[in-house]
């Protein structure tokens, strides 16, 4: 027994690998500002992925990337976010009970995607927008709607490196 190779111990958790696929995900987003990905799981299995784009068919250059100015001169009336996306993107009719990984905490309209679609639980990294009444209806919502959220640890120690011995 002692002679035998043991199995290597600093492999990631569940957590940090849905997560991680989640923040990977989000590398994929046009948006200059904020980049979101998220990771919907049942069973430790991925049935979900998306992140914050314009809808298909809409090119990435005839929309505004813009944060400010006439409504329709911003980014905001024409993104579908990242929770979102992962919903519709699913490859499962039936989410209940299932987990949604998000780099960023959900909005009231993908709170309300998240409780109408079954979502249990949702872990985040961020909550930089807790004091915006759009972050605020979320949570008044997933509370009342028994959706738990989880903020996660920062992952700053997950770094995508390609071996060379890979190639
Ligand atoms: N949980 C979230 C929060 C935000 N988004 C998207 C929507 C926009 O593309 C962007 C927010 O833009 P900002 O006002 O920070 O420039 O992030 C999302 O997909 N999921
Ligand atoms: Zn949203």
């Known amino acids: ?53 314009l809808p298909r068919g809409c090119s990435d250059d005839s929309f505004p990337w813009d944060k400010e100015g006439d409504f329709l001169n911003t980014k905001y009336p024409f993104i579908v976010h990242a929770e979102l996306n992962a919903i519709l993107n699913s490859i499962k009719s039936d989410l209940k009970g299932s987990k949604i990984y998000v780099g960023l905490f959900p909005c009231n309209e993908c709170a309300k995607a998240i409780i109408q679609s079954g979502i249990k639980e949702i872990f985040y990294l961020s909550d930089k927008y807790r004091d915006s009444d759009i972050f605020k209806a979320s949570k008044l919502m997933l509370d009342n709607a028994n959706v738990t959220y989880t903020q996660l640890p920062p992952m700053k120690d997950i770094v995508l490196q390609i071996d060379p011995d890979y190639i």
Request: glycine letters at 10%; a positive charge; aromatic letters at 10%.
């Open 1 to 53: 027994m002692e002679n035998l190779t043991k199995k290597r111990e600093n492999y990631i958790s569940w957590d940090e690998y849905f997560m991680g696929i989640a923040i990977l995900s989000s590398k994929r987003s046009k948006d200059p500002n904020t980049q979101v990905g998220a990771c919907i799981v049942k069973d430790n299995k991925i049935i979900g992925m998306g992140y914050n784009g």
